[in-house]
């Protein structure tokens, strides 16, 4: 595994299953080409990998999205101040854990997430973060149909991000078809998880645990649905 070399746009994922590291490959890979990985998360712009990359791993990045800087106009769309302002307020979100903390950080997501909303698109990477959180407090905190409203409008943005077979973009899928479920959404759920096995199942594997989870939601939907 040292020694596969990095890319922003790679070939491969590492996944764990237990204590165990998979490498999988997310595209079909001709002979004697180099096998990649991702380094770094994605939701960066370009300088910033480069910055990353540069004061982590000691290297310039000259893969294909970096030379092109594509992408960075939708990661940094809308008012420059407001997602400076968002970048901050979620690097400050540290690791909450009493309902009360919880409570803290979604007063202060939907808060800016309310004085924003005519000044940043969904796809702005600050905005999408902010929405993550305000996600992971919602579930937190129980409040199912808020989280679903935020979740949903992740799945867009993590579509333009993430690659086709990416396991961030599966999982996010997998959360919100759960969500889906709880709130007895049961035709939309399924669709939502059916599309999370499609990615799932080649970026972590069918015998993988969390796919076998999935599974297993997948079905006890069919059979609410039957029972309806
Ligand atoms: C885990 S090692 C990868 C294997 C290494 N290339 C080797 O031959 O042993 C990480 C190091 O590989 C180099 N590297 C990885 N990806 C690279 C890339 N896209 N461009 C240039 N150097 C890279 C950097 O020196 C980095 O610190």
């Given amino acids: 595994m040292s020694l596969v070399n990095h890319s922003c746009d790679p070939n491969c994922v590492i996944v764990f299953e237990g204590r165990q590291l998979l490498l999988r490959s997310v595209r079909e890979i001709q002979i004697g080409e180099e096998l990649t990985i991702s380094y770094i998360e994605s939701l960066m712009p370009s300088s910033e990998r480069q910055k990353h990359l540069k004061r982590q791993y000691c290297f310039e990045c000259n893969c294909l999205l970096c030379k092109t800087q594509e992408k960075d106009v939708d990661m940094l769309a809308g008012e420059e101040q407001a997602w400076k302002e ?26 800016l997430l309310n004085n924003n909303a005519d000044r940043l698109p969904d796809t702005n990477i600050y905005l999408l973060k902010m929405l993550d959180c305000a996600m992971d407090a919602c579930i937190n905190l129980r ?6 409203l935020y979740g949903n409008r992740t799945l867009k943005p993590y579509r333009l991000y993430y690659s086709s077979f990416h396991p961030l973009r599966a999982v996010q899928m997998m959360r919100v078809g759960k969500l889906q479920h709880t709130q007895d959404m049961f035709p939309q759920a399924l669709e939502t ?6 990615i799932m199942k080649v970026t972590h594997g069918a015998d993988h645990s969390l796919v076998q989870d999935l599974m297993k939601l997948k079905e006890q939907c069919e059979a609410d649905m039957r029972a309806q």
């Fill in 193 to 198: 998880l059916k599309q999370a096995y499609n």
């Fill in 86 to 111: 968002i970048k901050d307020a979620v690097a400050k979100v540290g690791d909450p854990r009493s309902q009360e903390e919880w409570e803290q950080v979604l007063a202060m997501c939907q808060a």
């Fill in 143 to 148: 409040r199912w149909e808020e989280a679903l």
